[in-house]
């Protein structure tokens, strides 16, 4: 009895020593970026873009544990890796990359918060005060307050699920396309697919996944922990996408109201699921604007610390992190800006920006695959061979589709 | 003064003109003196040549090797330079991360020797071949960028065979860049204006700024000072500074000084007053001319045009680097050759003849004829410049003897 306690305590404190990096980065992939991709992309497409939702959490699934992995075993960010065995050119064009992308994510969570208030009736004065109080949060407040502070937003999330039975939808036919492809090959659904999982599996999502492990400085002892936390984040969160899906299909794709972004699509569940049902889903949206506004910049403000060297986490103080806190700073203070420009429509972008997410993906799985095969480096924990397929299968089929759906877009098929 | 951004790449071919492959590496001796020991040559088709550097001919466009060349395997104290120091995490010696390593640069003369390593902005745009243009750009809009240098005296070799480029010293006394920008912005103002701003600010970042101004304004400031004022500050200075500065006061100055400090200080600061009342000590002039190695051919002369009107004579300018160490030397006649936007790294002289202050005068004399010099500067242990000896007050000092 006594061993069998003292068996249960290990395994609770292992998990508190591991749990965090996985869920709240696949959550975060959730953002309010993705909540507005999951509105366009249903109300377009309606149930039948459930059926990509499934080989979406293998591939988040495998390529967050080959990045937490390669953190734990090498003790090093994926920037620092690249930069030590590429070099320069390619570090400072990666970087290029990868800022750009993730600022058009940034701008979208930021007026994810903007559309969140304004659904409460505020007005956006109050946008500048609230990404101030984000950022001086992040800045003060010591690393497991904020852990706990990305906690409860998560917990923000189950409204999805209240709104999507608010919604009344069709359960067996969600059920049914989740399993069996529901999908067409048009051009449109495939872009739309390759923005969907651009919205959920990252690029900033596999630096972050990475710099977040190195910060908590998991040891290799609990790589089998780590992973399996990695594994349940990447299905729950996909169970929320799930969710926030179901209800604009069942709402608005059934009435053929096809919105083009979030916040309105929060208005526009209200005739059917219910006002509270709305007004829920404006909630999910404010919380997930806020994980977003934080997590994504600091993503990119992790990268450049790793790429060039410079002191960077949130285990320190802005003093000894300056240039660190000051790129989070310039970034959700620029996008703050450009969303309280008047008469500016960023949703009209939303699809756009994830589809470049999910363009960058392939190169990001390059490296990935470099790393996470070299010896020197992984020693014992190398991909095995069922990794190595999965995300090389991932990286040759997001090619393919980002290049097909693409060029849909461009020449109008 | 030489990058490894600008070898690598580089085609290698023998002297009967056989393309080799190119250069992508470099081997050095992880030393106190890190000389480049061996080039990688990349044929293609996974082959690697390691060829041991006294089979350079030439080192320009194309780095040219005797036909008789040989390859040898890596030796047990080297390490790659692109492999194992560029693009590394540079740490200070408490563990901080401080910057990675942008490029690397080589000094050629006497012998292909690692400098110190670039962690500035400028090494980074000098892989895509843009530092100049940016250079330019910045300088059309009245700005300058000099670029972040360590030399290779603060690395500790050691570490480097472990995989880590490790500091001597804190990074806080490294990357304090503020007292230093201070000083190059100060150097612009009368000495007036420069005690007013200085009297503004603790003794502390004073005495900061005063080390990084160069010695004429560093002995002018004294000279205005109150006895009691300089002794404070000097307890706040690098020792070393301080006595550079020192020497170039009056006797009866420097004795009013000295007797203010704290007996700790006293010591200390005696103890090397002693040991430059050394033969050259007493012939040091403070007037020179140094510029930044970034500073183009035109900057100078203007600067020169500018800035020494009160010299009673100049020949040579001297080039010192972030750190304030001598790197480099340009005659009159090399500046007035050079195009206008040329930095002076590119056309300086590194391989330079200095005088220590024990260095006996007939020595110093000696050298200055061999050479065909007419003044020599004289650096200290860290390669601080702390003046020039001319061959007119030599020669006079030793006819005096005579």
């Known amino acids: ?413 | 003064m030489l990058y490894f951004s600008e070898l690598k790449g580089k085609h290698v071919k023998t002297e009967q003109g056989i393309r080799l492959g190119r250069l992508t590496d470099l081997v050095f001796l992880a030393a106190a003196q890190p000389t480049v020991t061996k080039l990688v040559v990349d044929g293609g088709h996974n082959h690697l040549y390691i060829i041991p550097i006294r089979y350079i001919i030439k080192l320009n466009a194309v780095i040219t090797i005797m036909d008789s060349f040989s390859v040898e395997a890596i030796a047990h104290q080297e390490l790659y330079l692109g492999k194992n120091l560029l693009d590394q995490q540079i740490i200070d010696i408490r563990g901080n991360k401080v910057v990675r390593v942008n490029d690397v640069a080589l000094q050629d003369k006497p012998v292909l020797t690692i400098a110190g390593v670039d962690i500035g902005i400028i090494g980074v745009l000098r892989w895509f071949g843009v530092d100049e243009t940016f250079g330019r750009i910045l300088r059309l809009l009245g700005k300058t960028i000099t670029s972040r240098f360590l030399s290779w005296t603060d690395i500790q070799p050691l570490e480097l065979a472990r995989g880590k480029v490790v500091l001597k010293k804190e990074e806080k006394k490294l990357s304090r860049l503020m007292p230093e920008d201070l000083a190059d912005h100060l150097e612009t103002m009368s000495i007036r204006n420069v005690t007013r701003v200085l009297s503004l600010m603790d003794e502390e970042l004073a005495a900061e700024v005063i080390e990084s101004l160069n010695i004429t304004y560093q002995q002018n400031l004294f000279k205005e000072f109150t006895p009691e004022r300089s002794a404070i500050l000097v307890e706040h200075m690098n020792p070393d500074d301080a006595v550079d500065i020192l020497l170039t006061l009056t006797e009866r100055r420097r004795a009013a000084i000295i007797t203010n400090l704290s007996q700790h200080k006293n010591t200390e600061i005696s103890s090397l007053l002693s040991l430059s009342n050394t033969p050259i000590g007493g012939l040091i002039t403070p007037e020179y001319f140094v510029a930044n190695p970034e500073e183009t051919a035109m900057r100078i002369r203007q600067r020169i045009q500018g800035e020494t009107q009160d010299f009673s004579s100049l020949s040579y300018v001297y080039i010192v680097n972030a750190q304030k160490q001598l790197v480099g030397v340009s005659s009159l006649h090399e500046l007035l050759l050079a195009p206008s936007d040329k930095p002076l790294y590119k056309f300086m002289n590194p391989s330079l003849v200095v005088l220590h202050l024990t260095t006996p005068k007939t020595t110093a004399i000696k050298r200055m004829l061999k050479y065909k010099l007419e003044t020599l500067p004289v650096i200290d242990d860290n390669k601080h410049m702390l003046g020039i000896v001319t061959i007119d007050d030599l020669a006079e000092s030793i006819l005096d003897k005579i």
């Open chain 1, 1 to 413: 009895m006594k061993n069998t306690l003292v068996r249960f305590r290990n395994i609770i404190v292992i998990a508190m020593a591991v749990v965090g990096p996985g869920i709240i980065t696949a959550f975060a992939d959730n953002d309010a970026a993705g909540v507005a991709t999951y509105s366009v992309s249903a109300s377009i497409f309606g149930y039948r873009m459930l059926s990509i939702l499934i080989p979406i959490t293998i591939v988040l699934a495998i390529t967050q544990e080959i990045g937490a992995r390669i953190a734990i075993v090498a003790q090093k960010g994926l920037g620092d890796l690249i930069r030590e065995r590429y070099g320069i050119r390619v570090s400072v064009l990666l970087f290029a990359i990868l800022a750009s992308v993730n600022f058009f994510v940034v701008v979208q969570n930021v007026s994810g918060i903007k559309a969140g208030l304004q659904l409460f009736g505020m007005p956006p004065v109050f946008l500048p005060i609230m990404t101030a109080i984000l950022f001086f949060f992040i800045v003060l407040a010591k690393y497991p307050i904020i852990e706990r502070f990305f906690f409860v937003l998560i917990g923000f999330y189950v409204v999805y699920i209240a709104s999507a039975f608010l919604a009344k939808p069709d359960w067996g036919l969600a059920i049914r396309s989740l399993g069996i492809p529901q999908g067409d090959i048009s051009p449109a659904f495939i872009y739309t697919s390759v923005a969907v999982l651009g919205t959920i599996v990252t690029g900033w999502g596999q630096f972050f996944i990475n710099s977040y492990i190195k910060d908590k400085h998991v040891s290799v002892e609990h790589l089998a922990y780590s992973r399996w936390e990695i594994y349940i984040g990447a299905v729950i969160t996909n169970i929320f996408s799930f969710f926030m899906m179901v209800a604009v299909a069942a709402t608005l794709f059934v009435n053929r109201i096809h919105v083009a972004d979030a916040a309105s699509a929060a208005l526009s569940i209200q005739p059917f699921a219910g006002e509270f049902a709305g007004t829920l889903f404006g909630l999910g949206l404010l919380a997930a604007g806020m994980l977003g506004a934080i997590i994504v910049p600091l993503a990119t403000a992790y990268a450049f610390s790793e790429f060039f060297g410079y002191s960077g986490s949130l285990d320190e103080t802005f003093r000894k992190s300056k240039l660190f806190y000051g790129l989070f700073l310039v970034q959700i203070a620029a996008a703050t800006a450009i969303v309280l420009l008047p008469n500016i429509n960023l949703f009209r972008i939303t699809i756009a920006a994830n589809f470049l997410n999910g363009l960058v993906l392939p190169v990001i799985f390059y490296f990935l695959w470099r790393i996470a095969n070299s010896d020197s480096i992984m020693g014992a924990h190398k991909n095995t061979r069922l990794q190595n397929i999965l995300l090389v299968g991932a990286g040759v089929v997001i090619t393919i589709a980002a290049v097909f759906g693409g060029a849909g877009q461009i020449f109008g098929w």
